[in-house]
């Protein structure tokens, strides 16, 4: 069984000022090793604006991408709260 580390998660620094911002990432296991074709599941959460959040935009469905060949995705979301699930065989 490989344990899955989300090693890089990048805002850009626009975040609360733009409607969208990228959000990238590469999926490792423990050694650091990329894992491609992982499952990256994005969850908007609506408890954002309590917890501070002035602008919680979110998205109206999750959206799930698979990462590439060297365990890299990105892709543009509106400012919000979010829950980021990762799997892999």
Request: net charge negative; glycine share 12%.
């Amino acid at each position: 069984m490989r344990i899955l580390t989300l090693v890089v998660l990048t805002l850009s620094p626009c975040t609360f000022l733009c409607a969208d911002s990228l959000f990238s990432g590469t999926v490792t296991d423990s050694l650091g090793t990329p894992i491609a074709g992982s499952i990256v599941s994005i969850h908007w959460d609506s408890a954002g604006s309590t917890v501070g959040l002035r602008s919680n935009v979110g998205i109206k469905k999750d959206i799930t991408i698979q990462t590439g060949a060297h365990g890299g995705f990105s892709l543009m979301l509106p400012p919000g709260f979010y829950d980021v699930f990762v799997s892999s065989m």
